[in-house]
């Protein structure tokens, strides 16, 4: 497998994909603190969703650096918008700023993942980061939709 940069892709990846593991399992604890700062039942379960779904992508990218690769099968079952206005952070209650904090995080990673799939030309890539990046623009999605509420329909 090689990459862009003509570095050792195999390697290159493996150590990429544990940096991801740890990423996912640190948000699925920050979304639990997150969960447990917010008085909104609403919020709190979905943040508690979020959190099970991280680990959940952990676990598969574990299974990815375990198995390799060329084993990993994606199926479509897997497969789990709003253009907002970038508030004025000073503006926000500790909720709204934690649930915008959140979606910015899942844009970064998407972008992260795109580029990833740019600099390696490689199907089993394609087919593995395509399914975050699935995975992230449905939280952001969730997300999205608890800010518009929270921010812009002031429902919560």
Known sequence: MNNISGGNGE??????????MHIYNDMAQEYLELASKTSKGNIRKVLIEFSEESRQDSKKLEEIIKTGISDFKVSNDEI????????RMEELDD????????????????????????????????????????HENYRRKELQELYENM????EW
């Open 151 to 154: 921010i812009i329909k002031d």
């Open 11 to 20: 390697q290159t990846l493996s150590r990429l994909l544990k940096s991801l």
């Open 80 to 87: 789990g918008i709003i253009s907002h206005l970038e508030p």
């Open 95 to 134: 909720e709204e700023k934690l649930i915008f904090d959140a979606i910015k995080r899942s844009e970064e990673l998407q972008g992260l993942y795109k580029l990833i799939i740019n600099e390696y030309k490689d199907e089993k890539i394609d087919e593995i980061f395509n399914l975050l990046i699935s």
